[in-house]
């Protein structure tokens, strides 16, 4: 077809609210999300001078749980309504700027819940068991030379949570099938909570046989579970993070791990994400995982959808679903 003279696009696109996406979402929600607003993606924009030529059109941010969104892009975003979070953890997000320039926030809690919480149970399993070295074990043909070594039981054993929120309490009632005592540290009891009480993380820590912190991140979590955490939970005993990186003392959990000063860990979440510390490679008392404990198909397109929902309440006027207190 010759087309003559400048061709327009319907005028609904033109009254699209502009979002400024930080990283992508899977194509399930990029295409309702093409359909809904003008994108504006960073992670594509490299170099270029995107953020300038829109910063005044742009009324919503779209972002993830990783990704947050700091204070110098916020205050670059003079229009910016609402931040809209693919993920529960809203420590990455400037949360006083945004507060006081009356910017929403929205996150996606509930819905990934039983996935992290699955996760955490999975890490303490295939860490106390060593799956993975059972694994490369047979597949390296290792196993013709010789039996495994014996590896640590899960069940019956005293597990400490750390962080009581939703992923604790869940975490609680999936390990219960698992006839282990119970244990967990947070501000205060729960009276809904049948468990073992710590208002003390060391204590917790010299109880438990396995660790599993669950704390949200942020400035009052940060490297929380340290050295002296560590010694208190001691050579057989285990630590899970289904949290954040920074709630651990990192640099002290290497040494620890190093040393023996505890058996082992498996962890989901580290400092400096992707690129983490390649101490971690050489040590085989470690199941890592890519920050993937909600990476199911099922919740991230749940999580996706929330995340349209929450705009789409936004910019009808209605109220939001998930807003972050
Ligand atoms: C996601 C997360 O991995 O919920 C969070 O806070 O960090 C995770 O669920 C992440 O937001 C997806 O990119």
């Given at each position: ?114 996935d992290v919480a699955d996760i955490a149970v999975g890490l303490a399993l295939a860490t106390m068991r060593r799956l993975p070295a ?130 082992g860990a498996g962890l989901d979440v580290f400092w400096n994400e992707p690129s983490i510390d390649p101490r971690f490679a050489a ?43």
């Open positions: 077809m010759n087309v003559s003279g400048p061709v327009s696009a319907p005028q609904s696109y033109f009254s699209m609210p502009h979002v400024l996406m930080l990283g992508p979402y899977p194509d399930w929600d990029m295409l309702p999300m093409e359909a809904s607003y003008r994108l504006h993606k960073l992670w594509e924009q490299e170099g270029s001078d995107t953020l300038a030529e829109n910063r005044n059109s742009v009324r919503a941010i779209a972002t993830r749980g990783e990704l947050g969104a700091n204070k110098a892009l916020i205050d670059a975003l003079p229009n910016l309504e609402i931040i809209a979070c693919y993920g529960v953890g809203t420590d990455a997000i400037d949360l006083p700027t945004a507060r006081e320039r009356r910017i929403r926030v929205t996150n996606t809690p509930d819905v990934l819940t039983g059972g694994d490369a074990h047979v597949r390296s043909g290792a196993w013709a030379q010789g039996n495994m070594g014996l590896v640590t039981r899960f069940h019956g054993k005293k597990v400490g949570i750390v962080g009581f929120g939703r992923i604790g309490s869940t975490i609680a009632r999936r390990v219960s099938g698992f006839d282990v005592e119970i244990g967990y540290f947070d501000r205060s009891a729960r009276s809904d909570a049948p468990h073992l009480f710590f208002p003390d993380i060391l204590a917790l820590a010299a109880w438990s046989d396995v660790l599993i912190v669950t704390l949200a991140g942020g400035a009052s979590t940060h490297k929380l579970v340290g050295a002296e955490v560590f010694r208190a939970l001691g050579p057989k005993g285990f630590l899970v993070n289904v949290s954040r990186g920074s709630t651990i003392d990192e640099p002290a959990l290497l040494d620890a791990l190093e040393s023996k000063i505890i058996a040590i085989d008392t470690v199941v890592l995982q890519p920050h993937h404990a909600s990476g199911t198909v099922e919740t991230r397109q749940a999580m996706g959808q929330l995340v349209r929902d929450n705009l789409a309440a936004h910019f009808a006027g209605r109220p939001l679903l998930t807003p972050v207190a």
